[in-house]
């Protein structure tokens, strides 16, 4: 919306600040900040009031998150979503088809998991919306915005699969990108879900994909320097600058309130939605694999739960004493605060790699 105010910089030349991508993806950052500490609070307090007895606990989780974590409010994505929303509508060019694409992505996922913790809490149970339920609709909305993103790309080959590490390498997959990208989409959904088990666990490994699919979708949408390092030009996805950027900012007001102890929890609304926006800029940039190294934390977490499953059906035994990882650590004695900052480090060491095969080429 600001964006439309650099259309009167020959008037006043101050307003041609609007049209420099770092300028509105600062502003981005701030204001999504801002709303998620202004709104946080009177959000919690709704919650409150609405949920009782807060997050129902799951019952075949670690028996210590009754003692501690009964009681907390769940849906606090709300506020992420709220600022997200806004401020990626105030800084970011509403022109480009690829804002819209991502945002429907991230406010269709939200609704998913708004409908889940709902008959959660309703209900006060673990148990919300049928699995099946949830993928289906979820695949629904991935399957068609991979449409609508293929539909609207220029450039480069639309249905195309780029390599890291490989300078020229794109395979087109044909009509089989667009289940491959509703893969993609679905499956980073659900592997921040997987992951969202701690206080503070999950939001800031999305915070630092976000930061690094800030930095991809800046060099991927500059001609100049997709050049210069070599990457496939996706014109347009300079955008996502600004959309990567109220990411950050509205995760890291949410942090203010999901810091141990938490306040409030994400839940399915924050993260399904998180996810999913991952999943869907990676989609657009032709980085889908290096979410997989960048989001290698989520992967991990997705992959103890199928060994852990396939473990027990097959043999009957258990490779971890409980399924996702963190848990297992928690079985084994490591303090709440240990395991989230240890796996903030790991997720460091994945987007430093993540990043460098922007240059290793």
């Known amino acids: 919306m600001l964006y439309w ?5 020959g008037d006043f030349t101050a307003l041609n600040l609007f049209r420099y991508l770092t ?9 999504a900040m801002i709303i998620a500490f202004v709104c946080g609070p009177a959000i919690i307090r709704w919650l409150k009031s609405r949920q009782t007895n807060g997050q ?6 670690p028996q210590s998150h009754v003692l501690t974590k009964q009681g907390t ?3 606090g994505g709300m506020m992420m979503l709220l ?13 480009n088809a690829y804002v819209w694409a991502v945002l429907a992505v ?19 149970h673990s148990g919300g919306l049928p699995g099946r339920v949830k993928l289906v609709a979820e695949a629904v909305i991935a399957i068609a915005v991979a449409l609508w993103i293929v539909s609207v790309t220029t450039d480069i080959t639309p249905t195309g699969l780029a390599f890291p590490f490989f300078k020229d390498l794109l395979i087109d997959l044909g009509w089989f990108y667009i289940p491959f990208a509703a893969f993609i989409i679905v499956g980073a959904s659900n592997s921040v879900n997987l992951t969202d088990g701690l206080d503070g666990l999950a939001i800031v490994p999305v915070m630092i994909c976000a930061g690094v699919f800030l930095v991809i979708s800046y060099l991927i949408g500059n001609a100049f320097f997709a050049e210069y390092l070599q990457v496939h030009f996706v014109r347009g996805t300079g955008e996502l600058t600004v959309f990567c950027g109220t990411i950050i900012g509205a995760g890291l007001g949410f942090l203010w309130f999901n810091a141990p102890p938490a306040m409030v929890f994400m839940g399915d609304t924050g993260s399904l939605a998180m996810g999913g926006a991952l999943g869907a800029v990676s989609v657009v940039t032709k980085h889908e694999i290096v979410l997989g190294i960048t989001g290698g934390l989520f992967v991990l977490e997705t992959v103890s739960v199928i060994v852990q499953v396939v473990s027990f059906k097959l ?7 409980m399924a996702p990882l963190h848990h297992h650590f928690e079985q084994k004695g490591w303090a709440e605060p240990t395991i989230v900052i240890r796996f903030w480090i790991i997720a460091c060491i994945l987007a430093i790699a993540g990043l460098s095969t922007l240059k290793l080429r």
């Open 56 to 61: 129902p606990i799951r019952e075949d989780g």
């Open 73 to 75: 409010p769940t849906m």
């Open 315 to 321: 043999t009957g035994r258990r490779v971890f004493r």
């Open 5 to 9: 105010l650099s259309e009167f910089s």
């Open 23 to 31: 300028f509105r993806t600062g502003g981005a950052v701030i204001t």
């Open 106 to 124: 991230t406010m269709g996922f939200g609704a998913i998991g708004f409908a889940d913790d709902y008959l959660k809490v309703t209900r006060r």
């Open 83 to 95: 600022a997200i929303s806004v401020s990626t509508l105030l800084w970011a060019d509403l022109s």
